[in-house]
């Protein structure tokens, strides 16, 4: 008996693919990497992956991922079931997931579905009546097995059937965290992040920007990939500027940038940013941004900058500009 089991990276799923395990299941850990989960860079996600890997491994269980891409972003530009608290689909994101690993069974040889849902947790997605709907719109009635709270919910087919032991499961609800602790002693996982939210579309500074892509008809995988680092400026309506925080996201927007993008940077005398132009730029758009990186550059006392630009990968020009004021500025702050 093989069944599937959606890991997310945090505790409730590892929780629940090993309770499976323990009932003598052949349980494949399935991984969604979505393009909003992690604000690591990509370095990062990749380390971040090899850790899930191993601790997924390291409880006896296969390992798959995922990637979704366009079909996710669809999703959020105009979820069927609406936002959560800012721009997250929750209700649309767990039925596309599902209904993928549902596509998924047959060549996986997998009987049924496990996640580590947990019912109450999530004010828009883990209530009764919203898992009851990811349930049948995902085409897979009585196929989802949550065993930190099956007791609490109608038993499903591999209870009925006898494939796993409905007595074994658990009757956790709400948002308390203490009994998964327990549960991981007893099960010896030890090595879990602390609980937090992985998503970014939760969080209200990264929802702005990201509303700002999808009224400017902007929201794509290469725009997005920019959102995840440095401050962001519309400066007009098929243009922003992303300026670099550190010398990690100046290397990464350097990275990042496209044949007809603009980088800015200062020039060997000053400390600063590189920033990233995206869209289309004018004369004027050009100095703008040139004074934006300005404000940015360590001037030792100067009132000016020269700020190198070139529109990748055209030879490097220099501009001599005045850093621009803070009031102005906010204006075009996303």
């Known amino acids: 008996m093989k069944a599937i089991a959606l890991v997310s990276g945090g505790l409730d799923s590892s929780l629940s693919a090993k309770l499976i395990k323990e009932q003598g299941i052949n349980v494949v850990a399935l991984h969604f990497y979505l393009p909003f989960c992690f604000s690591q860079q990509k370095v990062q996600h990749n380390h971040h992956n090899h850790s899930l890997r191993q601790r997924i491994e390291s409880l006896g269980l296969e390992y798959r991922e995922i990637k979704l891409g366009d079909d996710f972003l669809d999703i959020v530009r105009k979820p069927r079931y609406g936002y959560g608290a800012n721009v997250n689909p929750c209700i649309d994101c767990k039925i596309l997931m599902l209904t993928k690993s549902r596509e998924l069974m047959g060549g996986w040889d997998a009987k049924f579905i496990i996640t580590g849902e947990v019912l109450g947790q999530r004010p828009m997605s883990q209530h009764r009546r919203a898992l009851e709907l990811i349930e049948k719109q995902s085409g897979l009635d009585g196929l989802i097995l949550r065993p930190l709270s099956a007791q609490l919910l109608n038993a499903t087919i591999p209870e009925r059937e006898g494939w796993v032991d409905r007595k074994r499961l658990l009757n956790f609800s709400g948002r308390r965290r203490r009994p998964q602790m327990e549960l991981a002693g007893i099960l010896d996982i030890q090595d879990y992040p602390n609980p937090a939210g992985g998503c970014l579309l939760t969080d209200p500074e990264f929802s702005k920007k990201v509303r700002d892509l999808i009224e400017h008809a902007a929201f794509n ?25 550190n010398e990690q996201e ?24 590189t920033a990233l ?5 004018s004369p004027e758009l050009i100095r703008l941004s040139c004074s934006i990186t300005s404000r940015y550059c360590d001037l030792n006392g100067s009132g000016i900058a020269n700020i190198i630009f070139r529109a990748f990968p055209e030879k490097d020009k220099v501009i001599e500009v005045s850093p621009i004021q803070e009031g102005e500025l906010g204006s075009f702050r996303i």
Request: proline share 6%; glycine share 12%.
């Open 221 to 245: 995988l290469d725009n997005l990939e920019l959102l995840k680092m440095g401050r962001h400026f519309r400066i007009s309506k098929n243009s922003k500027l992303v300026v670099g925080r």
């Open 277 to 281: 132009g995206r869209g289309e730029f």
């Open 250 to 273: 100046n290397i990464e927007l350097f990275r990042l940038s496209q044949p007809g993008d603009y980088l800015f940077m200062p020039d060997d005398s000053l400390a600063g940013p």
